[in-house]
Structures are given as C-alpha cells and as structure tokens.
T-cell receptor
Framework: DVKVTQSSRYLVKRTGEKVFLECVQDMDHENMFWYRQDPGLGLRLIYFSYDVKMKEKGDIPEGYSVSREKKERFSLILESASTNQTSMYLC?????????????FGPGTRLLVL | AQSVTQLDSQVPVFEEAPVELRCNYSSSVSVYLFWYVQYPNQGLQLLLKYLSGSTLVESINGFEAEFNKSQTSFHLRKPSVHISDTAEYFC?????????????FGGGTRVLVKP
C-alpha cells in the first residue's frame, strides 16, 4: 500500500510565525503536491514538484514556499503565517510516468493561525 | 485554464435510495477525469477515473460515472447508497500536457446518507 504521511494532524500557530509542514511518501514517487482545502472551494494547488530540487507554482503560491531535498520528502513552508492561511493542508504524491497517474493523499494537517 | 463545477454542495439521501452527483468542467483541450472520495477525518482516495475508451467507468463499490464530451460532464451515480457512503466527493480534471499531471478540483459535494 502507498503511504503518504504528514507530520502533524493538528497545528496551532500565531500570526507571524514560520511554519513547516512535512510530507513523506514511501513509494518512490516522482511527483509530490501540496493543496489547501477550504469549504466550498475544494482543493487548490499551492505548489508541486516533479523531481528532487524541482518545484513549480500551483494556483495559489502566494505566502508559501516549498522544499524538496530528497525524493520522498516535500515540505511546505509558511514564511510568516497569517490568519487567512488557516486551512486544511493536504499532501499528495504520484508516479511520474507519461500516463496521468493516480494521486495518493496524506490524512491532512489542520492548521489554525491565531 | 481548466475549471470544474460541482453543482451541489450537499446532497442528503436516504439509505438504499439512488444518488447522482453532478460535475461539469471547462477546458480547451482533451482532459482526463477523476472522482475522489474523502471519508470523515481522512485524506482523499481515488474512486474512479476516465482516461480513454468506454465512456462509462465503474468503481469496485458500486459507483459509476459517465463521460459526456458534448455536455462536458462527468456525473457520478450510485443506484443504492449505504450509510458508509457518507463522505465528501470531489470531481477533478487533468490535462496530460501539464507538467506533473496537475489536477484541478471542483468544490466538493458532501453526501449524507440517512437511515
């Protein structure tokens, strides 16, 4: 079974703090993704990576950065957390073949910024 | 740019009744279509997908979806729901030419199955 794990299920931070969300996958997948999930808006792509040290902006990258130093690990960084970044954050991974591959999701991190 | 519209944000339904979740998309290129399901307090998991071939695709737990190119729709149906189908369902599209097989998701439809 593919396993995607996220470092925390729940996180509470204060405005202005630097926040790190970690994601690890164990299937040697090439592609990794960070989404945020908000009611009524579905999932919106923040950043994705299709190789180590490679990253591409998604639809809503403002206020976020990412790091992929190892193939299995993809980190999302909030440089200075703000209240409008309170959300559920989902990590996903997929194999990097030519076909459109299934994305496998982690359980999510619910972040509250006070 | 692609977009996905799920017309119903919530669908209450009685156990053993049929359910249909509507999904429409807009795209200027050929797309691949997915339905993902999110059970309470879990991440998303793939329910079914359309890549090519038969326009009717089925999942192992009784759901089916039909790709209709002329109507740009990919509605999800189940003839008889169970309590365990209570979940949020997301429709998604992907353009194969996009780097990394990016998905664009709809807003989700929350299904509540009542006994």
């Amino acid at each position: 079974d593919v396993k995607v794990t996220q470092s925390s299920r729940y996180l509470v931070k204060r405005t202005g703090e630097k926040v790190f969300l970690e994601c690890v996958q164990d299937m040697d997948h090439e592609n990794m993704f960070w989404y945020r999930q908000d009611p009524g808006l579905g999932l919106r792509l923040i950043y994705f990576s299709y190789d180590v040290k490679m990253k591409e902006k998604g639809d809503i990258p403002e206020g976020y950065s990412v790091s992929r130093e190892k193939k299995e690990r993809f980190s999302l960084i909030l440089e200075s957390a703000s209240t409008n970044q309170t959300s559920m954050y989902l990590c996903a991974s997929s194999w990097g073949g030519r076909e459109v591959e299934t994305q496998y999701f982690g359980p999510g991190t619910r972040l509250l910024v006070l | 740019a692609q977009s996905v519209t799920q017309l119903d944000s919530q669908v209450p339904v009685f156990e053993e009744a049929p359910v249909e979740l509507r999904c429409n998309y807009s795209s200027s290129v050929s797309v691949y279509l997915f339905w993902y399901v999110q059970y309470p307090n879990q991440g998303l998991q793939l329910l079914l997908k359309y890549l090519s071939g038969s326009t009717l695709v089925e999942s192992i737990n009784g759901f089916e979806a039909e790709f209709n190119k002329s109507q740009t729709s990919f509605h999800l149906r189940k003839p008889s729901v169970h309590i365990s189908d209570t979940a949020e369902y997301f429709c998604a599209v992907s353009d194969l030419r996009a780097a990394g097989n990016k998905l664009t998701f709809g807003g989700g439809t929350r299904v509540l199955v009542k006994p």
